[in-house]
């Protein structure tokens, strides 16, 4: 059974950090690209980052540049994303995605076949 879940997720305050994780089960995350997403209350899913399979190309969204960064470990299966000084606005339900080809589609939500079910992200004082 195909399967992604995610962790890491919680309550922190502005300018902390979390580390969120992707975990598959079921198949080899190194034959797919991944990416991270995230949804706040009454918004679209956004994509947030990617990487490619082999973690030679990344691409992130403009708001989190410089704050967020993702990686991937294949030999556990799982690719990360290091939260750095979050934001009240970084606040959202945050999903990790799979698919079997890279490209510049990599931060929309429909490029994907795997979803994970979702981990909270709380950014408040």
């Known amino acids: 059974q195909v399967q992604l879940v995610e962790s890491g997720g919680g309550l922190v305050q502005p300018g902390g950090s979390l580390r969120l994780s992707c975990a598959a089960s079921g198949f080899t995350l190194d034959d797919y690209a991944v990416g991270w997403f995230r949804q706040a209350p009454g918004k679209e899913r956004e994509g947030v980052s990617c990487?490619?399979?082999?973690?030679?190309?990344?691409i992130y969204v403009e708001a989190v540049k410089d704050r967020f960064t993702i990686s991937r470990d294949n030999a556990k299966n799982a690719v990360y994303l290091q939260m750095n000084s979050l934001k009240p606005e970084d606040t959202a339900v945050y999903y990790c995605a799979a698919v079997k080809r890279f490209g510049g589609k990599c931060l929309t939500p429909e490029w994907y076949d795997y979803w994970g079910q979702g981990t909270q992200v709380t950014v408040s004082s």
């Open positions: 990487i490619s399979n082999r973690a030679n190309k990344t």
